[in-house]
């Protein structure tokens, strides 16, 4: 993931939870309540918008919204794993 | 569901003799023809959410038609999902204590809506092939560190405010001449049924909120930004890039942000949601300032 990126997904979750606090690549997103699912769907359109694909709401594994390493893996191509 | 909310005290006799005075069979009264023709919109074009934008007047005229049909079958399908999504919770209720009162009006009530399902569904996939899928809920879907009548509130708050806001446009498609009958037509019966439903609500509500009043006043500023958030998040369902997409339109994402940002927009919102915001700011549930 490319930090303009990780800094576009980082802005997101702070706009909408400020307190969540520092997040990093493995902290759990859903435990640490980071997106709500009144969010999500924005979220999600934002993840469209920046890997440039659609995403069915039908395949969704919320596995692959664990993590911002996750989101990574599965909407961007794992860049920031390496 | 908790077991501390008190149980709450209905009248519903009048709801449910309507209910039973009205009774139709969804199965046999209305017409479905094979096809609905492209010559005509399936959605007033009032309501779609480009009305009153330039963007609207870009489109060719075959490129609006396109938009009210995929449009239509969106707000259809927010309504097979919103109903689903409904359901589940009231059948977790019926014949429990907390809502003993309202049993009898429940089985009126989870009779319709699975009808209502059934036509909004019926009419997405024989004319549209399709139900646009719902966004799974991922998060937490619930307040948290709310007492448990807050908790409930939330519940039925969420169902009344999907109610009040599709009737919106139920009411106004209802009557537009311009649509194929059927389209009018569920949409008139969908608005007959709601009204109930709405009354329901609201009785269902104001009792909640009495309990959240009495038992943990600490807990209203926390529900009335809430409801504000949820209300705000419904009407922004209805702007769905694939619809965008399905009608040809360029850059659904952008358009979608354009369209959210409008001013025109804001105004529609404001209507949209007018008489339920004037329901909670009637109940001490205003958050100052807030428009869509």
Known sequence: MSDD?????????????????????????????????????????????????????????????????????????????H | MPTTVKPVKLDLARLEAMAESDYYNPYTIFDWPESLGTDRPWMSEDLVTLAGTEEWGKLTREQQLALTRFEAVNFFSLNVHGIRELLSE??????????????????????????????????????????????PQVGPGRIEGVGDAATELVIFARILIFEELVDYFNARMATDDSLPPIAQEINRVHHQDESRHVAFGRHLFTQLLDQVKESRPEDIPVLANYLETYLEYSVRSLYNPAVYRDAGLDQPLELRRRLLEHPARHAAHNAILNRTRKFLARNGLQVQGASA
């Not at chain 1, 909408?16 to 980071?34: F, H, M, Q, S, T």
């Not at chain 1, 440039?52 to 993590?67: L, M, Q």
């Not at chain 2, 309202?102 to 024989?126: D, Q, Y």
Request: glycine share 6%; proline share 2%.
């Open chain 1, 5 to 81: 990126k990780l800094t576009k997904i980082l802005t997101f979750i702070h706009q909408r939870n400020p307190e969540v606090g520092e997040l990093n690549l493995d902290d759990d997103l859903i435990d640490r309540r980071a997106v709500d699912s009144l969010a999500f769907v924005e979220f999600l359109y934002l993840l469209e918008e920046l890997s440039g694909e659609t995403i069915d709401p039908e395949e969704i594994d919320v596995e692959d919204f664990r993590t911002l390493r996750a989101i990574d893996k599965r909407f961007l191509h794992g860049a920031a794993a």
């Open chain 2, 90 to 135: 009231v059948v977790l209720r019926i014949h429990t204590k907390t809502y003993a009162d309202a049993s009898e009006f429940l089985h009126h009530f989870i009779g319709e809506e699975n009808e209502h399902m059934w036509f909004f569904g019926t009419f997405c996939l024989k004319y549209g092939g399709k139900v646009y899928p719902a966004v």
